[in-house]
């Protein structure tokens, strides 16, 4: 179920890159109402006893629809569903044949996923994050935003944006687990059939409830 100083010249480049990382997220947010994406998720576990931290590799499809349907498809290494309607957060495990459900804004509030699926403007993320500009690379624009509530499992999150589209995630949680999600053939603004946000859990699966 567990599935981001130079001296002088950084300085001076420094309000280019954070004016184009701000603007590019404003414009995801603006004009991106939907998409559809091939993903590739590199979780690594923090180091224990001195031994480096584990790696796990996924992969799949996400598509998503403003305000708050998205739907992850991971197939690699093992299939399982993640759908949120907007109301009900589902997830199912295809090989435990166990489907979870919860209160959707409960889960979400102040995660990566309510950046992606949720929020219209930055003034609506600025509710729950500390919004800021770094420095462009790997070819992106990069948005840091830090959760205003310190007792969620949230460190940070780094957004990664390839003009409008975005092309990266990098989450890391308070307990130092690192996650970075790539994003492939992005297409942007697509029609997405309203069932592709619709689960209904298998007859004969182990079907749990959780409440807030």
Wanted: aromatic share 8%; hydrophobic share 40%.
């Amino acid at each position: 179920m567990k599935r981001a100083v130079f001296a002088l010249s950084l300085a001076c480049a420094a309000p280019l890159a954070m004016a184009d990382g701000l603007t590019a997220l404003d414009h995801f947010l603006k004009n991106v109402h939907s998409g559809q994406a091939q993903f590739t998720q590199t979780v690594t576990a923090p180091e224990r006893d001195g031994e480096p931290g584990r790696v796990s590799v996924s992969s799949g499809t996400f598509v998503f629809e403003r305000p708050g349907k998205f739907r992850f498809d991971y197939q690699q290494p093992f299939p399982q569903l993640i759908v949120g309607d907007g109301q009900t957060l589902w997830v199912y495990d295809e090989d435990l044949n166990q489907a979870t459900s919860r209160d959707q804004d409960q889960a979400l509030n102040s995660t990566p996923a309510a950046i992606l699926t949720s929020a219209t403007s930055r003034s609506a993320l600025e509710q729950s994050f500390t919004l800021r500009s770094v420095p462009a690379a790997q070819g992106l624009e990069w948005v840091v935003a830090t959760p205003k509530d310190d007792d969620g499992a949230l460190r940070s999150v780094r957004m990664g944006f390839d003009g409008d589209v975005l092309a990266a995630l990098e989450i890391e949680d308070n307990f130092a687990q690192h996650s970075a999600l790539r994003f492939e053939n992005f297409q942007a603004n697509v029609s997405v059939a309203p069932e592709r946000f619709v689960f209904t859990p298998p007859a004969d699966a182990d079907v749990i409830h959780e409440t807030p």
